[in-house]
Each structure stands twice: as structure tokens, then as C-alpha cells.
């Protein structure tokens, strides 16, 4: 079964820090560009970073621009996504999800979709 099992979410004060993972079962993810989202209650789902699939090209949301870094490890199957300087506005549940070309700005042209982990950045 091809999925992503997303994960390190939490509770975090402002400007705090979270890395999230995002595991790859049942494909080789070499074979795919992925990006991180995140959906905020009321609010559509929204691209948050994207990563080529040699992980030598790395694109962000304005947002989130100088606080967030993705990365990729290939041979672990996994993707990970280092948040710092967290924000209240970064709440929301954040998923990967896999591209085969490259790096769309169009979210529906993503598959493989997690279940998602909640960041809630509250003091």
C-alpha cells in the first residue's frame, strides 16, 4: 500500500521549534517530489514547502521563508520538515504528500496523502 505516515506535531509556545517526519511505505521515494501542507480549521489546505526529489532544489511559502527547512533522506525513506520561530498562525494540520514531476503549485495534483499531525503553537 503506497502511503505517508506524518508525524513529530504537537503542542509548542511561540517561537518555539518542531521537526516533523514524513515516512514513505510502499514506494520508492526517490522517484518523487514532495511537498509539505497545512490546513487550518475553516481554511484551505495550502502549500507549505516542496523538495525536489535529489533534494537539490527546496521552495517555500512566503510565510514561512527564514523559519522553515525542508529536507529529504532518500535512503530512509523519509522527509522531514524543521520549524523554527514557530508563530499562532502556523497552527494547523500538516501533511506530505508526493508529485511525480515536480514541484506544482496546484495542491490536487499531489497523491499519496498521510493522515496529517496537528501543530498548535499556543502559550
Known amino acids: 500500500q503506497l502511503q505517508f505516515v506524518e508525524s513529530g506535531g504537537g503542542l509548542v509556545q511561540p517561537g518555539g521549534s518542531l521537526r516533523l517526519s514524513c515516512a514513505a511505505s510502499?514506494?520508492?521515494?526517490?522517484?518523487?517530489?514532495i511537498g509539505w501542507f497545512r490546513q487550518a480549521p475553516g481554511k484551505e489546505r495550502e502549500g507549505v514547502s516542496c523538495i525536489s526529489k535529489s533534494g537539490g532544489f527546496t521552495k517555500y511559502v512566503d510565510s514561512v521563508k527564514g523559519r522553515f527547512t525542508i529536507s529529504r533522506d532518500n535512503a530512509k525513506k523519509t522527509v522531514y520538515l524543521q520549524m523554527n520561530s514557530l508563530k499562532p498562525e502556523d497552527t494547523a494540520v500538516y501533511y506530505c504528500a508526493a508529485h511525480r514531476y515536480y514541484c506544482s503549485g496546484y495542491v490536487p495534483e499531489f497523491e499519496y496523502w498521510g493522515q496529517g499531525t496537528q501543530v498548535t503553537v499556543s502559550s
Open positions: 510502499g514506494f520508492t521515494l526517490a522517484d518523487y517530489v
